[in-house]
């Protein structure tokens, strides 16, 4: 029998009609321990379904560091039918209180390469969409503890104002500029992928899918070897990727020929250098 805690909502950011920052706090003022990268299960009664519990998992935008609340970035779910869980939330009122499961999972930032040695490969986040939440949490807990390995989040969106966290991320950039790079050293980039659209016409970035981040021109560096620097390798470079399953497997056909690996299949010494969270 599970037992779920309970929280308040107690901050909604409307950032589109689909699209949506929460928080939550929980009603004991404890927020749980947890690592970059996991989610946190939560829950709601449908009284469409005989106020049958219905739960769903949610990467953790905040960083751990952060004891106020929990913070997620969750679309609303519209098509083919409304999503049971997020059509419920997206008719909630800040101060509804909500339930909770702790948070847990493994798509959490490597410390210790195969070998036992300290993990200092640069780290590059691709996130598609929602699939941006656990990099914000990844951003803000690698600032705050003063870590000093080089990393570079790339966000791709469909429109210009789903470019969620923008300010956050640019702001953490900034920070690099203001520190020096060999205290704090972070790039953030943005694809998007329909270029052409209305909406989208004050865009001057990269475009297409966030992928396109990784392919290079005429046999030459990629966008991403641009913004680095340098030809990026198995042994300098390790990538966490989490959005659709076609964005896991859209970078990872630029990466397999480089001889990336995935920790879901590392090598028999238990190297890999490819993390990744697939919506499924
Ligand atoms: C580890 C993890 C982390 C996640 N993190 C996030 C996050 O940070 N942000 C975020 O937005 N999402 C996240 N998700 C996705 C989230 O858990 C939910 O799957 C999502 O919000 C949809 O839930 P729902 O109850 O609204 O939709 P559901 O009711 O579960 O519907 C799911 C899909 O089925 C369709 N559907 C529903 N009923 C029917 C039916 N009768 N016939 C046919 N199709 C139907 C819906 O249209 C929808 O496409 C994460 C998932 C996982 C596993
Ligand atoms: N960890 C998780 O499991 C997790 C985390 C967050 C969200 N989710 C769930 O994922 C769903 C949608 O996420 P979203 O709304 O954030 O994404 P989205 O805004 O629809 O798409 C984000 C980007 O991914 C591209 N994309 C869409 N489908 C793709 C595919 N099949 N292959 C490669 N790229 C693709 C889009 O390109 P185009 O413009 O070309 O479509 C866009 O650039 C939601 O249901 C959400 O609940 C799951």
């Known amino acids: 029998m599970v037992t779920d805690n309970k929280a308040v909502i107690s901050f909604i950011q409307v950032l589109k009609e689909d699209l949506s920052i929460f928080r939550l706090e929980p009603v004991d003022k404890v927020v749980p321990e947890y690592k970059a990268g996991q989610f946190i299960t939560i829950g709601l009664e449908n009284p469409a379904e005989n106020n049958k519990m219905v739960r769903r998992a949610y990467s953790i935008a905040s960083n751990p ?28 009122k800040s101060g509804d209180e909500i339930n909770w499961l702790k948070p847990t999972g493994a798509f ?4 210790k390469l195969a070998n036992g040695e300290k993990d200092s490969r640069r ?7 929602t699939g941006l939440a656990p990099f914000v949490s990844y951003a803000k807990h690698l600032h705050e503890t003063s870590d000093k390995r080089e990393i570079v989040v790339l966000h791709g969106a469909s429109y210009v104002d789903e470019l969620s966290y923008r300010d956050v991320l640019t702001d953490l950039e900034y920070k690099s500029i203001d520190k020096g790079r060999d205290k704090w050293n972070f790039k953030y980039r943005a694809a998007i992928s329909r270029p052409q659209e209305h909406t989208n016409r ?4 990269q475009n297409g899918r966030v992928e ?3 392919r290079s021109t005429d046999g030459d560096k990629s966008p991403l070897e641009l913004l680095v620097g340098e030809k990026i ?6 990538f ?4 659709w399953q076609g964005t896991i497997d859209g970078v990872m056909d630029f990466l397999k020929p480089k001889g990336f690996v995935t920790e879901r299949e590392k090598r028999e010494d238990g190297s890999f250098e490819v993390k990744y969270e697939s919506y499924g």
Not at 123 to 129: A, F, K, M, P
């Open 108 to 111: 959490t930032i490597n410390e």
């Open 212 to 214: 396109t981040f990784l």
């Open 123 to 129: 780290i590059i986040c691709i996130g598609g969409g």
């Open 233 to 238: 390798t198995k042994e300098n470079t390790i």
């Open 65 to 92: 560091e952060n004891r106020k609340y929990i913070e997620l970035y969750i679309r609303w779910v519209r098509k083919p039918l409304p999503g049971r869980l997020t059509t419920m939330l997206f008719n909630a």
């Open 240 to 243: 966490y990727i989490c959005g």
């Open 202 to 205: 004050s865009w001057s970035g």
